[in-house]
């Protein structure tokens, strides 16, 4: 089955303490994106990857990293994480980028609450 | 600052009728448009792309695009309780980033 997975689906921590939430594609798709959903704010994006080794900052890449060593894994780390990153994260894939006519598909998505 | 706007709504639409929901962005270079659907806390689940002028139909769903007004809209005919969800409107920037509308909530009563 065609699916992004991401882990954890749920985390709660506290001020500081360095996290990853992984994502993963079985799809062979060269796009990778993070967003981050607030209430009355959308989906705004993170980092994006167009493939291995290759990434770019989006709107709101502050405090965040990202790494793209393999086609199908899109790491997300907090090095410190911050009570102002309190949100709904999800990890998207396409097969290339969105204009492209390429469909982008959604992994279901990590609430964090950080303390 | 490339920008698409929504209504944030609560748009509340009978059962049966035709809901009509509406997006305009800024960028004039745009050249895809995507309308996705979310669930409350679920992920967006594409329903509509649309990238000429003019009407595409799918089913009980209908894109318009009007690229001269910089306008994109969704109609749902015979809408269903199960219809009820966040409407996401994207636009396919003239960078090859997709920009996100903040949402139309819909509701439809039974």
């Known amino acids: 089955e065609a699916q992004v997975t991401q882990n954890p689906r749920y985390l709660i921590t506290v001020t500081g303490k360095k996290l990853t939430v992984t994502c993963s594609q079985n799809m062979n798709h060269e796009y990778m994106s993070w967003y981050r959903q607030d209430p009355g704010l959308g989906l705004r994006q993170i980092y994006y990857?167009?493939?291995?080794?290759?990434?770019d900052k989006g709107d709101v890449p502050e405090g965040y990293k990202v790494s793209r060593k393999e086609k199908r894994n899109f790491p997300l780390i907090l090095e410190s994480p911050s009570p102002n990153q309190t949100s709904l994260y999800f990890c998207?894939?396409?097969?290339?980028?969105?204009?492209?006519?390429?469909?982008?598909?959604f992994g279901a998505g990590t609430r964090l609450s950080v303390l | 600052q490339k920008e698409v706007e929504q209504n944030s709504g609560p748009l509340s639409v009978p059962e049966g009728a035709i809901a009509s929901l509406n997006c305009t962005y800024s960028d004039r270079g745009s050249q895809s448009f995507f309308w996705y659907r979310q669930y409350s806390g679920k992920s967006p689940e594409l329903i509509m792309s649309?990238?000429s002028n003019g009407d595409k139909e799918d089913g009980r769903f209908t894109a318009q695009l009007n690229k001269a007004s910089q306008y994109v809209s969704l109609l749902i005919r015979d809408s269903q309780p199960s219809d009820s969800a966040t409407y996401l409107c994207?636009?396919?920037?003239?960078?090859?980033?997709?920009?996100w509308g903040a949402g139309t909530k819909l509701i439809i009563k039974p």
């Open positions: 990857s167009m493939n291995v080794e290759v990434t």
């Open positions: 998207a894939s396409s097969l290339r980028s969105v204009t492209a006519k390429n469909i982008q598909y």
């Open positions: 649309i990238y």
């Open positions: 994207a636009v396919g920037d003239s960078n090859y980033q997709l920009i």
